[in-house]
């Protein structure tokens, strides 16, 4: 099994607190069968769609980050799977996608020193 | 609420779940105080709980410690407020309730242990209030419902009330948990009074959340229900304005809930399927009958006595065949109903209950001989175990210096 990182983009900030419920029982239904089959390595959370962005060797703060509302990364998620390919059968669960959204597939990297 | 909250935290973690109920009343305390009692009281406390376990959740680190059976979905916000939400939801709360009763009847546990657990989680009777109800002292209430937790806790999950086999085999512990927590508001022994409707209230609601159940709605828990209808119609007439204590056949029957009557015969008539024949399905039944009439000496009495002939098959006490021997009384007369009340079989386990020398008190009356009856009604009065009693055996005590008056059979009703 190796790890995988599913980073989801492109969630409706102007869903009413009714839409909101629904998708995230929709959540939860995924979840509950990802964890079922052993695939979560941790859930993860959703995010803020703002906070800071700190630069450079200045270390400057800046408030943001200020990106297009598909771009902005709303959560993430840890995954256990076979391999990439199986990483991305997984991940066409995710109700973000029937939003329009998108999941981004990425293998944790393996730094060996 | 705390069965919702048990399954949010885990059985384990019953001392958490009514914390959080605790703070929930605090509040509403606090609030209420200042902003007005809101229109949905009840809806309010569910909510205050409900945002209050979350914020159980978001502070300890992690759910792993939680209900085993909800795993991971409570350490993520993906799902965690989603989950609780739905565990809080109205249609599973009912549940909550079933799951919770039936593990408060856990098999390791002593019958009066569950019954103890039962007042004190589902019911929500303090400590006190328990003892009280069992007529045992705080400290020993304690104990017993400390030693009971643990136990509980120790099952790690609650019951499973989707599994079948284990479902049918609790079941009888659940009937008998309740039928003993109506039977102590009704025929209560406390110190206080003879009679607690809001205990006979508390099962009444318990046994109708059952039946609610597909599965809980056997014939017996119909006759069970039914039984606890048409015993809770008589409350009204069963203590005057004064606070006394009315015999059966004193009873105003205009004052008998005609709506809890009915619903009870309606159970009854439920719980006549299949070929199950319980104690409780005798009781109901003998309990119809004394709803039916307009009075006691319109009462089929005879049909009474064969209905306590077949209970002394199914459940033979020294209780039931007193009970039995009044209705012989009843029907044959009082001579007759000596002779069944000397062959009662295990007569001394009567010798600290107050009804026993007071039916041979009603029956020596009846005889004709009043100082008999006088020595008895002093021996019933001496054995009481409240005010109460003490006034209603008084009464009779005075009554023997008069003419023999009617009949005053069965004060138990």
Known sequence: MSEFTFLYRGSDPSASPEQMQKVMQKWVAWFKELGASGHIKDPGHPLERTGKVVKGHQKSIHDGPYAEAKDVVGGYTLIEAKDLAQAVELSKGCPILEAGGSVEVRPVRIMNM | ?413
């Open chain 2, 1 to 413: 609420m705390i069965a919702a909250l048990t399954r949010v935290f885990g059985v384990h973690n019953l001392a958490l779940a009514e914390d959080v109920v605790q703070e929930a009343f605090c509040r509403a305390v606090e609030v209420w105080r200042l902003r007005g009692v809101p229109e949905n009281p009840p809806a309010w406390l569910m909510a205050t709980a409900k945002n209050l376990a979350l914020d159980t959740l978001r502070r300890r680190r992690t759910a792993r410690t939680y209900a085993p059976e909800l795993g991971r979905l409570l350490d993520s916000e993906w799902t965690r407020a989603s989950v609780v939400e739905e565990l809080f939801a109205a249609g599973a709360i009912k549940d909550d309730l079933l799951r919770m009763m039936f593990s408060c009847c856990h098999p390791r546990l002593r019958e009066e242990a569950q019954v103890a657990l039962v007042l004190h989680i589902l019911c929500g009777f303090s400590v006190g209030e328990t003892a009280a109800a069992f007529v045992i002292s705080r400290p020993a209430m304690e104990k017993r419902i400390a030693r009971a937790k643990k136990i509980l806790a120790a099952s790690k999950k609650l019951f499973d009330v989707t599994a079948g086999p284990e479902f049918l085999a609790r079941l009888p512990a659940v009937h008998s948990a309740l039928y003993l927590l109506f039977n102590e508001g009704y025929h209560g022994a406390s110190a206080e009074t003879a009679v607690r409707a809001e205990l006979c209230q508390e099962a009444v609601r318990l046994v109708k959340v059952l039946i609610s159940h597909p599965r809980g709605a056997t014939s017996a828990t119909y006759a069970l229900a039914a039984l606890m209808s048409l015993h809770a119609a008589r409350l009204p007439a069963r203590v005057d304005e004064e606070g006394n204590l009315v015999a059966l056949s004193d009873q105003d029957r205009s004052q008998w809930d005609r709506a809890l009557i009915s619903e009870g015969l309606k159970f009854l008539e439920l719980s006549a399927s299949g070929s199950n024949f319980t104690e409780f399905h005798i009781e109901a039944a003998i309990a119809a009958i004394h709803a039916r009439a307009p009075d006691a000496a319109e009462t089929d009495w005879k049909t009474i006595v064969s209905l306590y002939d077949a209970l002394m098959e199914t459940r033979p006490s020294p209780i039931v065949a007193l009970n039995r021997a009044i209705a012989i009384a009843q029907n044959e007369g009082p001579d007759r109903g000596l002779v069944a009340i000397n062959s009662i079989a295990d007569k001394d386990r009567l010798a600290t209950y107050p009804f026993y020398p007071a039916a041979i008190g009603e029956l020596e009356l009846r005889r004709g001989r009043p100082d008999a009856a006088r020595r008895h009604f002093r021996a019933a009065r001496s054995l009481s175990r409240n005010a109460m009693e003490r006034q209603f055996f008084n009464r009779r005590v005075r009554a023997c210096g008069l003419r023999p008056s009617a009949l005053r059979l069965d004060p138990r009703s």
